[in-house]
């Protein structure tokens, strides 16, 4: 299976913007998605994820009620919704995926076997 994640830009503070990560090779069905992002300097980060079939997990307490994920499986397509976006959401943003993880491993980057090449978000202040 290939991801293609895209979407990104520059977006002023408190802008909105959604991330699509598209499947190809392969439908979406049976795979968990899971959303990271690495700033400069920084290690990659978990965002959100959603296990197969349907429970979500999102990463650290900032995200939370601004990050959502969704899919669309008649696009193949798995989508990031940023809303309330921050100075420091700035960061790549990378889409993975994973026939076999449980919940508790949807926040462990080790744990996805496909990565996208990921798109790169600017929040301006």
């Known amino acids: 299976v290939q991801l293609q994640a895209s979407g990104g830009g520059l977006v002023q503070a408190g802008g909105s913007l959604r991330l699509s990560c598209v499947f190809s090779?392969?439908?979406?069905?049976?795979?968990?998605v899971g959303w990271f992002r690495q700033a400069p300097g920084k290690e990659r980060e978990f965002v959100v994820g959603i296990r197969w079939p349907g429970s979500t997990a999102t990463g650290e307490d900032s995200l939370k009620g601004r990050f959502t994920i969704s899919r669309d499986r008649t696009k193949n397509t798995v989508y990031l919704q940023m809303n309330s976006l921050k100075p420091e959401d700035t960061a790549v943003y990378y889409c993975?995926?994973?026939?076999?993880?449980?919940?508790?491993?949807?926040?462990?980057?080790?744990?996805?076997?496909?990565w996208g090449q990921g798109t790169l978000v600017t929040v301006s202040s």
């Open positions: 993975a995926a994973s026939s076999r993880i449980i919940y508790s491993q949807l926040g462990v980057a080790s744990s996805y076997a496909h």
């Open positions: 090779g392969s439908t979406l069905s049976g795979y968990s």
